[in-house]
Nanobody
Framework: QVQLVESGGGLVQPGGSLRLSCTAS???????MGWYRQAPGKQRELVAT????????NYADSVKGRFTISRANAKNTVILQMNSLNSEDTAVYYC??????????WGQGTQVTVSS
């Protein structure tokens, strides 16, 4: 019934920036949203999360100081601003929305490639 749509991925040079956006369509209460990523041959890992109010955030150590997660004016939209990108950031990035204590939704994923 509800789907998450990501946008903003693409190819960027090292040191560059990208902004990812995720929007949840449909009427549903979302407790928190976040971004995860998965590189080839690696496990999916948490990048950043944010509560519904936008007052609490959590970041992976590898992206602290470089990435910023925020809520757009629309509460069903979350933004991931990625700066100072390097090759280790190359991965498929997935948006996640927690819809209950035990359930969540996943987006289709958007490719981020950092290369010269």
């Amino acid at each position: 019934q509800v789907q998450l749509v990501e946008s903003g991925g693409g190819l960027v040079q090292p040191g560059g920036s990208l902004r990812l956006s995720c929007t949840a369509s449909g009427s549903i209460y979302i407790y928190a949203m976040g971004w995860y990523r998965q590189a080839p041959g690696k496990q999916r890992e948490l990048v950043a999360t944010i509560t519904r109010s936008g007052g609490s955030t959590n970041y992976a150590d590898s992206v602290k100081g470089r990435f910023t997660i925020s809520r757009a004016n629309a509460k069903n939209t979350v933004i991931l601003q990625m700066n100072s990108l390097n090759s280790e950031d190359t991965a498929v990035y997935y948006c996640n929305a927690q819809t209950s204590i035990t359930t969540s939704l996943w987006g289709q994923g958007t490719q981020v490639t950092v290369s010269s």
